[in-house]
């Protein structure tokens, strides 16, 4: 069985950084995508990153793309989401996922595996 445990979110003022990480067990992850997801409550679930486990390769919302960083550490099963330069438009609830690799990195509805949800809060 999978399981996801983001920790790291909290509260930041505009222009700082936090980072989220992602605990992933149960599985080899060798053939995964794993990404970050945020929702606003109210709102549509937005994607936020991905990256391919074996090979590396990311993928950015626009939206944060230069901003946030996602990496992974294979040893410890780790994923984390670097966020710099955030903006009170970057409040959410963020989700780490995961999915056997694939098409579609960016689309949540085809990822399998979620964690609980860690809110960050940016102030103006």
């Known amino acids: 069985q999978v399981q996801l445990v983001e920790s790291g979110g909290g509260l930041v003022q505009a222009g700082g950084s936090l980072r989220l990480s992602c605990a992933a067990s149960?599985?080899?992850?060798?053939?995964?995508?794993m990404g970050w997801f945020r929702q606003a409550r109210g709102k549509e679930r937005e994607f936020v990153a991905a990256?391919?486990?074996?090979?590396?390769?990311?993928y950015y919302a626009d939206s944060v793309k230069g901003r946030f960083t996602i990496s992974k550490d294979t040893a410890k099963n780790m994923v984390y989401l670097q966020m710099n330069s955030l903006e009170p438009e970057d409040t959410d609830v963020y989700y780490c996922a995961a999915k056997t690799t694939g098409h579609h990195a960016t689309q949540g509805k085809t990822y399998v595996y979620w964690g609980q949800g860690y809110r960050v809060t940016v102030s103006s």
């Open positions: 990256i391919r486990w074996g090979g590396g390769i990311t």
């Open positions: 149960g599985r080899t992850f060798s053939n995964y995508i």
